[in-house]
């Protein structure tokens, strides 16, 4: 829980291996500063290996004093991870190709910096509407940016999860930055695509809306992602700004 004069943030965070999966890849973090949720790949371990490396990076941002420059904090921590998995990767060969994605939100008391590379989401429920405030780096949303294919036809494409960017792989490492200001009674979920790619925003929506305990709450959206199938690893922050009093 973290404290200042205009708000507080509050929080919970959940992480599950999921049905079909042999371990999980995915690396969760929830502190008073920086939610996080990084979804690896690369094989073997090396997706675990990967996105528990960029966590570790990031969450040197949570002990920091509050910058001037959130923004700026952010991408200096972001180009430090990509820095240490290509340093890994360059001494042990058998990690080439491993990479994550990354979202990220830092808080300063008032407003959040948030960072996105990959396919993992964050979304936004405020008076009662579901915003998802990242857009997926993949091939098929860039086709349905184009017009070429519509939201129904990309969320069921055999391939909607092939990246266009990650953290640590082959392709641009550039991270979407923004900054949000916030209101109270905001709730902000950050997510894995083990659950954004199973439950569908209604039921996100709704539990987000109905629950009142956040890790109840996400507990809820694990149990939903694995009566869906859960066919990947599942992971979600969960985190609510409320009003001082």
Known sequence: MSNNASFTLRYAARTDVGLRRQQNEDSVYAGPRLLAVADGMGGHSHGEVASATVIATM?????????????????TAITEA?????????????????????????WDGTRFALAHIGDSRAYMLRDGCLYQITRDHTLVQSLVDDGQMTAEQ????????????????????????????????????????????????????????????????????????????????????????????
């Open 154 to 245: 990309a969320a069921a494409h055999p391939r909607r999860s092939l990246l266009m960017r990650a953290l640590g792989g082959s392709g641009s490492v550039e991270p979407d930055l923004t900054m949000r200001d916030v209101c109270a009674g905001d709730r902000y979920l950050i997510c894995s695509d083990g659950l954004s790619g199973v439950v569908g925003p209604q039921a996100l929506h709704e539990t987000l809306t109905t629950m009142g305990d956040l890790g109840e709450a996400a507990e809820r959206l694990i149990d939903l992602a694995k009566d869906g199938g859960g066919p990947d690893n599942i992971s979600c922050v969960v985190a609510e700004v409320l009003a001082n009093t």
């Open 82 to 106: 990509g820095r240490r998995l290509k340093d890994m990767a360059g001494r042990d060969p058998k990690l080439t190709g491993m990479g994550t994605t990354l979202t990220a939100m830092l």
């Open 59 to 75: 969450s040197s941002l949570d002990s920091d004093p509050p910058s001037d420059d959130l923004l700026g904090s952010m991408e």
